[in-house]
């Protein structure tokens, strides 16, 4: 999870998307926009359990200045109230779980707060954003784009073969058009590893459950 955090910063801050547009046009010229180095950005993360604390040092390795807001800081990296972090961060990427406390997170007002030109990362839960406010920030160039692996409305679209079906969901049709935005169909836990990690929890848990040890 955490290395697909990092190359979906590497590629809206790069602008992979705009790149392989030109490429599959074939349109071999630079773009307009020169992309940017993690090393002169300042990244925060919102959320340090488990995968925000992988994130963060998988970080350290760019030389990039790391932020982190958590109600329960751990991880030994510079935290800040969640305000100070939005104005200071060119990168703001989420890792908190989803409950009433963290639901629209960054909403309209949250994010007109962040700098501007500044990127979104979402591979946590869709509605940790107001995808409403989210899109009128990025096509008005507030931010200057997004990397979702998750989305408001997902169900029944991600994990379905849709080619042949008109886009219904209005914000994703304007997402997937826009050049600055990478989406992808919740797919960052989807390795090898992750899911042999899985199957073996998952087993690891029904022994101790009936052995009635602690799960």
Same mark, same amino acid.
């Given at each position: 999870?955490?290395d ?10 790069r602008g992979a998307?705009?790149?392989?547009r ?5 349109? !071999?010229? #630079?773009g ?5 180095e ?6 925060? +993360? @919102?959320? &340090? $359990? *488990?995968i ?6 998988r ?11 958590d109600?329960r800081?751990?991880?030994?990296v510079?935290?800040?109230p ?6 200071q961060?060119?990168?703001?990427t989420?890792?908190?779980?989803l409950n009433?406390?963290? !639901?629209? #997170?960054?909403?309209?007002r949250?994010?007109?707060r962040m700098?501007?030109g500044?990127y +979104? @990362?979402? &591979? $946590? *839960?869709?509605?940790l954003?107001d ?5 009128a920030?990025?096509?008005s ?20 073969d849709r080619?042949d ?12 058009d ?9 797919t960052?836990?989807y ?5 042999s990690? &899985? ?13 009635g040890?602690?799960?």
């Open positions: 999870m955490a697909y955090v990092l190359m979906s910063m590497l590629m809206v801050v998307k705009a790149t392989i030109r490429v599959d046009s074939h349109d !071999y010229r #630079l307009e926009v020169r992309g940017k993690l090393r002169d950005l300042t990244v925060g +993360v @919102v959320g &340090t $359990g *488990r925000g604390t992988a994130v963060v040092s970080l350290r390795g760019f030389g990039c200045r790391i932020l982190a807001h109600t800081p751990g991880v030994a510079d935290h800040v969640l305000d100070d972090l939005l104005r961060s060119d990168i703001v989420l890792h908190t779980p009433a406390d963290t !639901y629209h #997170l960054l909403d309209r949250r994010i007109a700098k501007r500044a +979104v @990362v979402n &591979t $946590g *839960r869709g509605a954003l995808t409403g406010a989210l899109v920030a990025l096509e160039g507030a931010l200057g784009g997004a990397a979702l692996d998750v989305l408001e409305g997902e169900e029944g679209i991600f994990y379905a080619r079906e008109p886009v219904e969901n209005g914000h994703l049709a304007r997402l997937r826009l050049p600055n935005v990478f989406v992808s169909p919740h960052a836990f390795t090898d590893h992750a899911l990690d &899985t199957v073996e929890n998952c087993l690891v848990n029904c022994t101790n459950f009936v052995r040890n602690r799960v």
